[in-house]
T-cell receptor, first 113, second 115 residues
Framework: GEDVEQSLFLSVREGDSSVINCTYT??????LYWYKQEPGAGLQLLTY?????DMKQDQRLTVLLNKKDKHLSLRIADTQTGDSAIYFC?????????????FGQGTELSVKP | NAGVTQTPKFQVLKTGQSMTLQCAQDMNHNSMYWYRQDPGMGLRLIYYSASEGTTDKGEVPNGYNVSRLNKREFSLRLESAAPSQTSVYFCASTTTGTGWSYEQYFGPGTRLTVT
């Protein structure tokens, strides 16, 4: 079946850039997502990218997609302590597949002042 | 709009007890989902319902049943709880088909401990 892999932890200093990486196996994934989970809360969609795109930028967030290597990354510029959270990569085959999401394990981002 | 609501927020069960987790959404979404979250494993799909009256198994359905009561409500039932079902359970919803919004909206979660 489909698999999504992320490293479990990342620690950065406030003001630095953070890069969270994700690899996946299902080349038919049409939509790729980054969700954020703050402690004790549900998941909040940060951004998503279509499989026919290479890059998407949204304020401090940059998403890069390398379809050949099945690699997705999320870059957070000027990381703040408020960015400390768990970040999940997720893939979907789209509405035709019921809109189901397959998640990675989540990367816990720790931002040190 | 309340979005996706879940009850209860916390629950402790003894092995063998049963309970139902409730989920409701007020966004007129046709599709609803139940996931469980375990440390180091991300979220895994238990069951989903693409529309009122239909339900399908996800990746980890064993030990669970679901009911799509109406368009708004989707419940998850543990008939005989086991310690392996200790987890955080999330409900989510979205519109699939015409008007798909690409985003799943998540509830705040139910933290379940089975002793």
């Amino acid at each position: 079946g489909e698999d999504v892999e992320q490293s479990l932890f990342l620690s950065v200093r406030e003001g630095d850039s953070s890069v969270i990486n994700c690899t996946y196996t299902d080349s038919s994934s049409t939509y790729l997502y980054w969700y954020k989970q703050e402690p004790g809360a549900g998941l909040q969609l940060l951004t998503y990218i279509f499989s026919n795109m290479d890059m998407k930028q949204d304020q401090r967030l940059t998403v890069l997609l390398n379809k050949k290597d099945k690699h997705l990354s999320l870059r957070i510029a000027d990381t703040q302590t408020g960015d400390s959270a768990i970040y999940f990569c997720a893939i979907s085959g789209g509405s035709n597949q019921g809109g189901k999401l397959i998640f990675g394990q989540g990367t816990e981002l720790s931002v040190k002042p | 709009n309340a979005g996706v609501t879940q009850t209860p927020k916390f629950q402790v069960l003894k092995t063998g007890q049963s309970m139902t987790l409730q989920c409701a959404q007020d966004m007129n979404h046709n599709s609803m989902y139940w996931y469980r979250q375990d440390p180091g494993m991300g979220l895994r799909l238990i069951y989903y319902s693409a529309s009122e009256g239909t339900t399908d198994k996800g990746e980890v359905p064993n030990g669970y049943n679901v009911s799509r009561l109406n368009k708004r409500e989707f419940s998850l039932r543990l008939e005989s709880a086991a310690p392996s079902q200790t987890s955080v359970y999330f409900c989510a919803s979205t519109t699939t088909g015409t008007g798909w919004s690409y985003e799943q909206y998540f509830g705040p979660g139910t933290r379940l401990t089975v002793t």
